[in-house]
């Protein structure tokens, strides 16, 4: 499966005109373009059923939910969506966006609740030896440079602003990921390129399931 110049060029005309009567004359573009991204979805579905277990995928609505948005543009101009992993004990999430500039592919944690949070950080803390091994890993550095995510500018409560693991304790978010040019994105090896990415991100996954499904004297919670 490839991504097709046709599907580029309508996301583009679809950006220059974010409009509910011009999508609605367009529509049946749109919903071909959409079968297509399904079933490139579904082949990178059967690819990672290969090496991780899978329990499915989404492809997300195109249509924006601007009820708490400054923008008020109806559509997204992207094709996107997310992989997840099956069974309580295999945490983590893929995702892949499709966008003419801007296609980005990776994976982690975007929202963790705070429980998961809090022991992620606690971890951190006790030992944070094993996840730098993963974060210093020679192909993940290549592809993803560092792990990323929104975080505190201070030290969350009662952690040591001083602590040698406080670069990471401070964050709130934990994914990683990178960015596709459109070459890139059209040539017959992106499906190769998306799936080796997200092959890449399984040792931080498996770590990061190992942390979540214990406590902190390593005893399944689960």
Do not use: C
């Amino acid at each position: 499966m490839t991504i097709s110049k046709e599907l580029f060029a309508f996301l583009k005309d679809l950006a220059k005109n974010n409009n509910r009567d011009w999508f609605a004359e367009n529509k049946p573009v749109f919903q071909q373009h959409q079968v297509d991204v399904k079933l490139f979805f579904r082949s990178i579905e059967e690819r990672l059923q290969e090496t991780d277990e899978i329990e499915g995928h989404n492809v997300y609505r195109i249509y924006r939910d601007v009820r708490f948005s400054k923008d008020k543009t109806p559509y997204k101009a992207r094709f996107s969506g997310g992989f997840k992993r099956a069974t309580k004990a295999l945490r983590g999430g893929y995702f892949l966006s499709i966008e003419p500039g801007n296609t980005f592919v990776g994976g982690g944690f975007y929202g963790p609740n705070k429980e998961d949070l809090l022991r992620i950080r606690k971890e951190f803390e006790m030992d944070d030896s094993e996840i730098r091994d993963i974060l210093n890993n020679e192909k993940f550095k290549a592809l993803f440079g560092s792990l990323q995510g929104s975080e505190l500018k201070t030290a969350p409560r009662d952690f040591n602003p001083e602590h040698k693991a406080i670069d990471l304790i401070r964050k709130k978010q934990f994914y990683a990921g990178r960015y596709f040019t459109d070459k890139q994105v059209l040539s017959d090896d992106f499906a190769n390129e998306v799936v080796d990415t997200f092959t890449t991100l399984r040792p931080y996954f498996d770590y990061m399931s190992d942390v979540l499904t214990t406590d902190m004297n390593g005893v399944s919670i689960i």
